[in-house]
T-cell receptor
């Protein structure tokens, strides 16, 4: 069974630009979550989508947004990039059912903002 | 506010030298505690889920335990390939699939 796939793996952008990251979940998984990982803050929750609906959101500014498509694939968008947005962005999928279903992570997109 | 604290931040062991990593948590309504392993340049890899105090789970040289306030990840006779960052996370009531992570323990096992 294929794992979670994130594209692209690396991205370099300039302040003020916007970026779109893509995530393909494990087949059959309906929940997709996004996390930001930085050395100082660790993993911080951005948002979760389940069956195309956002059902939870973390404490990030409105510049961070996402969506989920009918095939469960998800994208996240960051507009007006700031230097502090440089991070590893991780996507995770799960069945979304029950407490025990773990999140399965992709290998992330490394975003560098210059 | 839900909090997860891991200690130590970094740990260096000799091959075969057993030790434990700690994860203490303050949450309202724990629905599950998760352990992950993360290698450099990769996403976290799921290891265990624990649900209630007293529960234990094992996988090869790793054993995870849970009390009402903390969890331990015991590493028995570690090998260099166990070197990684180990992350602890909690899922709480009304959190859907959201996990709150600790900052991790970076483990280095020397031959």
């Amino acid at each position: 069974k294929a794992g979670v796939t994130q594209t692209p793996r690396y991205l370099i952008k300039t302040r003020g630009q916007q970026v779109t990251l893509s995530c393909s979940p494990i087949s059959g998984h309906r929940s997709v979550s996004w996390y930001q990982q930085t050395p100082g803050q660790g993993l911080q929750f951005l948002f979760e989508y389940f069956s195309e609906t956002q059902r939870n959101k973390g404490n990030f500014p409105g510049r961070f947004s996402g969506r989920q498509f009918s095939n469960s694939r998800s994208e996240m968008n960051v507009s007006t990039l700031e230097l502090g947005d440089s991070a590893l962005y991780l996507c995770a999928s799960s069945s979304g059912q029950g407490d025990g279903s773990p999140l399965h992570f992709g290998n992330g997109t490394r975003l560098t903002v210059t | 506010e839900d909090q997860v604290t891991q200690s130590p931040e970094a740990l260096r062991l000799q091959e075969g030298e057993s030790s434990s990593l700690n994860c203490s948590y303050t949450v309202s309504g724990l629905r599950g505690l998760f352990w992950y392993r993360q290698d450099p340049g990769k996403g976290p890899e799921f290891l265990f889920t624990l649900y209630s105090a007293g529960e234990e789970k094992e996988k090869e040289r790793l054993k995870a335990t849970l009390t009402k306030k903390e969890s331990f990840l015991h590493i028995t006779a570690p090998k260099p390939e166990d070197s990684a960052t180990y992350l602890c996370a909690v899922k709480v009531d009304s959190g859907y699939s959201t996990l709150t992570f600790g900052k991790g323990t970076m483990l280095l096992v020397s031959p």
